[in-house]
């Protein structure tokens, strides 16, 4: 049935001010360093025309990752592109980020110490600070924690984590923000040292807090950094299987903090809507069918919501980030490069707004199929433009919106980012068959995105009119249409409407 939609701004309820830098992103550790990271897809499997075969033996990562040569943060198309979504928090992390060493005095000529897995050149590193400093963005990392820095029973030592932190400090780009490990709940899977249990990632979370506030007390120390512990992996459609919890040793954000002596600042977690076709054999996985579904849109929202109980119990007060974010763990599903996934990607920022102040950082700039940028080349895909759009036409402040969510009609609502009188919306027509009609009063501009040749095509259109970049490399005029009283959404569409 057709959707009938009143905007009306009498009934907007101001709700809270907004991070200038909500959307931000991941740049992998090993995208900095070169190393494995998921492989590609099939051009078939991106169009959806030839399915992606069940990896049975998922702990076989052959079957799924290749080596990537690291990418080039120096490119200045790939400047161009981040200065043009604006100011972010650049995230440099990843599980390759709990083996890294940091050979800035070239100790090891490139070759990987014992106990680590790869190496981080002093060239490489300052690169990446520059690439920060281009985009006026802040950086936050993780450190290593792997049996190259200490035996599971040996308090963790800092001699590593001091020389990156003193080295970004010198070239005048500080770290700006800290989690001490990547994941640490997933203790099997993130290269800690043999035998590391909770307790000790609490021993050692403690000091790792308490150096910070020693050493670096304008970094803000942001934790714990989890995964999957609210068990959103067995949220998947019924006929995927069942969750990751099922199949790897996990530990709660209680007993990583344990008593908890050094407060943090920020309380993160990683939120995926579940795992790819790559991991689809361990469960969790959402078939395409089911992308533009009410318990698949209500995904990020609810890991939001549960996690803020964890985020007052922890850091009362403060912000709340997704450091990881995306469609799906295992490098995202083959729809993620199109604009399929588009409808979730503004969903996601629309119902965080309504849930909290923090920062999503998507995963990630410009690596594997859920990246912004296509890797190598960097040619922006759908997603890249949808947050563009969200960070132009989107103020500050968030308003809550009665009866926002039912299917055909998913409304959120913002201040006008250029400070004029008025406001935003943003109307995601969540039906695969029918048209969501959107009233108001008086005139507006609409920005309405959909796929070109439908749903799962790899070009988004703007109003009708195709968003790539021309040959200079600059970006397609992304200007609403002026309209009247009301406009129709395709099936599948999104729409910024600005109204006085």
Not at 25 to 52: H, L, R, S
Not at 209 to 226: I, K, S
Not at 379 to 392: C, E, H, K, S, T
Request: hydrophobic residues 35%; glycine residues 10%; aromatic residues 12%.
């Amino acid at each position: 049935m057709a959707k009938f939609v009143k905007l009306d701004s009498s009934k907007l309820t101001a709700l809270r001010e907004i991070d200038e830098r909500l959307v931000s992103y991941n740049v992998e550790m090993t995208e900095v360093t070169g190393g494995t990271f998921w492989k590609a897809y099939t051009e078939a499997q991106v169009d959806g025309t030839e399915e992606f075969p069940v990896i049975k033996d998922w702990s076989n990562m052959g079957n799924l990752q290749q080596w990537y040569d690291p990418i080039d943060t120096t490119n200045p198309r790939l400047i161009k592109l981040a200065k043009d979504l604006g100011t972010a928090w650049v995230r440099v992390s990843g599980t390759w980020a709990n083996k890294t060493y940091y050979d800035f005095d070239n100790n090891y000529n490139g070759k990987v110490p014992e106990g680590f897995q790869n190496v981080l050149s002093k060239q490489q590193w300052l690169n990446l600070l520059d690439f920060v400093r281009a985009i006026d963005g802040k950086l936050l990392v993780s450190i290593a924690n792997c049996p190259g820095i200490h035996s599971a029973d040996e308090p963790m030592p800092f001699d590593q984590a001091d020389l990156l932190f003193r080295t970004s400090k010198e070239y005048g780009v500080p770290i700006s923000a800290a989690e001490f490990t990547n994941e640490p709940n997933l203790i099997a899977l993130s290269g800690l040292p043999k035998g590391y249990t909770a307790a000790d990632h609490a021993r050692d979370h403690d000091l790792f807090g308490a150096w910070l506030r020693e050493n670096y007390p304008d970094c803000l120390f942001v934790g714990p950094c989890t995964v999957g512990d609210i068990d959103m992996f067995n949220m998947g459609n019924d006929k995927a299987g069942g969750g990751m919890a099922a199949g790897f040793q996990m530990v709660t954000t209680e007993e990583l903090l344990g008593e908890y002596k050094s407060k943090m600042d920020v309380f993160s977690y990683h939120y995926y809507n579940g795992v790819s076709e790559r991991g689809a054999a361990m469960g969790g996985h959402w078939p395409y069918e089911a992308i533009l579904s009410e318990r698949y849109l209500g995904v990020a929202g609810y890991c939001a919501r549960q996690y803020t109980s964890k985020r007052d119990k922890y850091v009362p007060g403060g912000q709340l980030w997704v450091t990881e974010s995306g469609d799906a763990g295992c490098g995202g599903n083959t729809w993620a490069s199109t604009y399929a996934d588009v409808p979730r990607t503004l969903n996601e920022l629309g119902d965080f707004c309504t849930v909290t102040d923090g920062i999503v950082f998507h995963n990630t700039l410009a690596s594997s199929d859920y990246g912004y940028l296509k890797h190598g080349t960097f040619d922006p895909r759908p997603n890249y433009f949808a947050v563009l759009l969200w960070n132009r036409l989107m103020g500050k402040t968030c308003y809550s919106v009665p009866n926002n969510l039912v299917e055909g009609a998913h409304v959120y609502c913002h201040s006008r980012k250029d400070g004029k009188d008025g406001h935003v919306y943003l109307v995601i027509n969540n039906s695969w068959t029918e048209t969501t009609t959107v009233q108001f009063d008086g005139a507006a501009q609409a920005y309405v995105l959909t796929g070109k040749t439908g749903i799962r095509s790899r070009t988004m259109c703007l109003n009708g009119k195709d968003l790539v970049l021309d040959a200079n490399d600059e970006l397609p005029e992304l200007t609403g249409e002026a309209v009247s009283d009301k406009i129709e959404l395709a099936p599948g569409a999104c729409a910024f409407i600005v109204v006085d």
